[in-house]
C-alpha cells in the first residue's frame, strides 16, 4: 500500500518568512494530491491541491510543487501570518486508496 | 458553498448510551466518509458511502453503524462505547470518490465515559 511521510512534525517560522513542509509517497499510481490546513478544535480544510500532470500551483501565498519522478511534493507558504499557525496534512490518492501523512505542527511567531 | 455540517460539536456519552452524529452537505456529492480522529495524529478512515451505498468499512466494530438516508445526510449511530473510541469524529464528502476534493466538517468531539 501507499506510504506517505511527512517532514518537519513541527516547524516554527518569524511572521513574514517562509514556511515549507515536504512529503513523499511511494505508489506511483498516486495521481492527485491535497493539502489540508486544520486548525485547533476544527475540521480539515482543504487549502490547495495538484494533480500528477502538473508541477506547480500557487493560489496568492500557497504554492505546492510536485516532482512525480522523485515522488515528493511540498506545500509553499510565503509571508507567513500568525494565522498560518495550524496543523497541515498533505495527502495522496489514487482514486481508490487515500492516505494522509502524518502532520506538521506550523507555529508563526509574531 | 462548500459546507459540511455535523452535529452535535460536542457529545458525552456513557458506556451503555445510544447516541447518533449526523452529517449533511447540500453540495451534490454522491461520496460521504466518517474518519475518526485522535489528537495530534491524521485522520483515519472508517466508511465510505458512495452513491448512498456502503462501499468501504475499514473493520470498523460493529459498536458504530453507519446510515445514508439520502444523498444528503450520513448518521453514525453509536452504541455501547469504550472510553477509547473518544475522539473527534470527523465528516467529509466529494464529488465521486477521493481523487475528487473532499470536504471536512467540523467535526463531533465524543467523550465516552
New interface residues.
Partial sequence: GENVEQHPSTLSVQEGDSAVIKCTYSDSAS??F?W?KQEL??????II?IRSNVGEKKDQRIAVTLNKTAKHFSLHITETQPEDSA?Y?CAA??????Y????T?LTVIP | DTEVTQTPKHLVMGMTNKKSLKCEQHMGHRAMYWYKQKAKKPPELMFVYSYEKLSINESVPSRFSPECPNSSLLNLHLHALQPEDSALYLCASSLRDRSFEQYFGPGTRLTVT
Fill in positions: 495521481n492527485y491535497p489540508y478544535g476544527k475540521g480539515p480544510q482543504l491541491d496543523v496534512f490518492s489514487t482514486g481508490n486508496q487515500f494522509f501523512g502524518t502532520g505542527s
